[in-house]
Nanobody
């Protein structure tokens, strides 16, 4: 049974940083391209970053490129998102899930609870 548990969100001032984590279980984590999605109120869920199974290939949406870094530790079945230079428009609930290489949405039907990121002064 797929389980995805996101953590690390919080309230941060503009220009600040956060590191999100996602603990995955119930599937062979190291076999899948994974991604970070986010959803702000009233918006569709947006895929902002993806990483290939080995971690050797990453892709970023234009809105986060140069500020966010996705990484993974396959030994720990954990996905990370380092977020720097945060902006108010980054405010959203962040989720991890399966994805396709090159920012293709291809999630499991299951979604975790997400972690709230709020960027505000």
């Amino acid at each position: 049974q797929v389980q995805l548990v996101e953590s690390g969100g919080g309230l941060v001032q503009p220009g600040g940083s956060l590191r999100l984590s996602c603990a995955a279980s119930g599937f062979t984590f190291s076999s899948y391209t994974m991604g970070w999605y986010r959803q702000a109120p009233g918006n569709e869920r947006e895929l902002v970053a993806t990483i290939s199974p080995s971690g050797g290939l990453t892709n970023y949406g234009d809105s986060v490129k140069g500020r966010f870094t996705i990484s993974r530790d396959n030994a720990k079945n954990t996905l990370y998102l380092q977020m720097n230079s945060l902006k108010p428009e980054d405010t959203a609930v962040y989720y991890c899930n399966k994805a396709g290489v090159g920012l293709i949405k291809r999630p499991f039907d299951y979604w975790g609870q997400g972690t709230q990121v709020t960027v505000s002064s």
